[in-house]
């Protein structure tokens, strides 16, 4: 009885957590394409809602646990290892409203993998995390990608620009403009297939470990991605607005083939990395591609001090994360099993509205990111003129 | 893992870190500049459909249609690599917990899955 209750909150945090990450990731999809104008905010909201929801049931095989390899399996199975799960899940999804109050992207993959460190920690020791699986597997190619994808698309903006000379500026962010949405859609389908997957795998170990699922013939229950295909689609649709508008807007004053650039360099790192057995994560990857357009085009067009603050979030990413899971662990381990399980989703809930609350204060919303009546000779014009849309 | 295995143990794949910078420099600044070229293409078509030049005009839009075919194939095998992708690396055996001790069965399972 008590671990059917906390396994009935493991799934409605793992769908919790689906959902900040919709909205927190957002922005690595759509950012570029609502800067520039090609689409308008809630049309490309509503397109990356669809296309995350459709790539959540693209690929056939589940990732089972993110943290395979990392942290020793055994600790993942049996009753006790509900609180566990559940601890790292409040963890990662509070790190996920931390970094979206201060409208910074941050990494929802790495979150949950530093909530599962963080809380197995607690729970048990440092020995059961394999640190030399976690530098090769997660941290060596979270540094590389966003230079790889930054370098890729550091080379298509130069070679695009090359082109326009020729081409004309109207016609080539015109259809540039175009080219976004399908580069964009890409993005955004990757995302669905590789993040929903995860809450899944985590939602379905707790299942086995309650001894729902058989243990010889696994399979992800229907209902399970159902739910964190909805989730992971409405958290997309409801906006993510603070964070887009960083992406978009604050690390460079991005055009329509910048931002083609920039998604199609994100989307073949994120895939080829993903295939070669590398999941990465999109907002590093996207970020670094951006990054890459900007200076493509111009070294002095993109703002330091923004890409400053988001590395100083990926590097403390983990750790933070970590340290809100393992004090969720322990806080519960205060209390018998269901008042525990019930007082740190209490807190963490608590915590949510209070974060929304305040950033009602510095609300950034749709109509403040249409750039849609814009004109490409106009954003041709933008450049060097940084937007002013106040963040805290 | 033992702290000597670790050290055999190289932080780095190359041989897949080549392959991805490959792929992405392929798919990602290649379709850049095809889909660049496209829109050339298109341009030079309807500047030749005004002069009337009706053999540019076909070459032009000859060379459009090649590079977003080519550009519609990357997109395909994106999608494609998403839909297929291989197992991941296999788990490390393992190792006895000092706290949980769960059935045999199901840590084989975790184990086993991709």
């Known amino acids: 009885m008590a671990t059917t209750f906390v396994l009935v909150l493991v799934v409605i945090m793992g769908f919790a957590f689906d959902f900040t990450n919709g909205f927190h990731d957002t922005a690595?999809?759509?950012?570029?394409?609502?800067?520039?104008?090609?689409?308008?905010?809630?049309?490309?909201?509503?397109?990356?809602?669809?296309?995350?929801?459709?790539?959540?049931?693209?690929?056939i095989s589940v990732a089972a646990t993110i943290a395979k390899g990392i942290v020793n399996p055994d600790v993942l199975v049996g009753g006790d290892a509900l609180d566990l799960v559940l601890a790292a899940l409040i963890g990662a999804m509070t790190w996920n409203l931390i970094t979206w109050y201060f409208t910074i992207p941050s990494s929802s993959s790495h979150a949950l993998i530093g909530g599962i460190i963080g809380a197995t920690i607690v729970a048990t020791s440092s020995g059961e995390i394999d640190w030399h699986d976690l530098v090769q597997s997660v941290i060596i190619p979270a540094l590389l990608s966003p230079f790889i994808a930054g370098g890729v698309a550091a080379l298509g903006v130069y070679c695009a620009y090359r082109l326009i000379r020729r081409l004309g500026q109207k016609e080539a962010r015109t259809g540039y403009r175009y080219g976004q949405v399908f580069s964009a859609s890409l993005v955004s389908l990757a995302h669905g297939t590789n993040d929903a997957q995860k809450t899944m795998g985590v939602i379905s170990l707790a299942l086995i470990a309650h001894g729902d699922i058989s243990a010889t013939n696994f399979s992800v229950p229907l209902w399970v991605k159902l739910g964190c295909a909805l989730s992971i689609s409405l958290g997309t649709a409801s906006g993510g607005w603070r964070i887009i508008n960083t992406m978009g807007n604050r690390i460079t004053n991005i055009e329509s083939p910048q931002g083609f650039a920039a998604e199609s360099a994100s989307a073949a790192v994120i895939l080829a990395s993903s295939y070669y057995g590398y999941p990465l994560s999109t907002t590093q990857v996207v970020s670094g591609g951006v990054l890459g357009a900007g200076l493509g085009k111009a070294r002095n067009s993109v703002h330091w001090g923004v890409i400053g603050q988001m590395v100083s979030a990926w590097i403390v990413t983990m750790p933070g994360a970590g340290a809100l899971g393992g004090i969720a662990?322990?806080?519960?381990?205060?209390?018998?099993?269901?008042?525990?399980a019930a007082v740190i989703v209490a807190l963490a809930a608590a915590g949510a509205f209070g974060l929304w609350t305040l950033a009602q204060r510095n609300k950034i919303t749709a109509s403040d990111l249409d750039r849609t009546n814009v004109s490409v000779v106009d954003e041709a014009e933008r450049s060097g003129v940084p937007p002013a849309i106040a963040t805290t | 893992m033992t702290i000597l295995a670790a050290a055999s143990t190289p932080l780095i794949d190359w041989s897949a870190l080549w392959r991805i910078a490959l792929a992405a420099l392929i798919g990602g600044a290649g379709i850049v500049i095809l889909f660049g070229f496209l829109l050339y293409g298109v341009k030079v078509a309807n500047q030749a459909k005004s002069e009337g030049h009706e053999g540019r005009r076909i070459g032009a839009y000859f060379v459009s249609g090649v590079c977003g075919a080519i550009c519609v194939a990357l997109v395909v095998v994106g999608i494609y690599a998403m839909a297929h992708k291989p197992k991941s690396k296999p788990t490390p055996p393992p190792k006895s917990a000092a706290v949980y001790k769960p059935a045999a069965s199901r840590t084989e399972l975790v184990a086993s899955l991709p």
Request: proline letters at 5%; a positive charge.
């Open chain 1, 28 to 59: 690595n999809a759509m950012a570029t394409s609502i800067a520039t104008g090609a689409l308008k905010p809630k049309v490309a909201v509503g397109i990356s809602a669809v296309l995350n929801f459709a790539g959540a049931f693209i690929s």
């Open chain 1, 329 to 340: 662990w322990a806080i519960s381990n205060i209390f018998s099993p269901n008042l525990g």
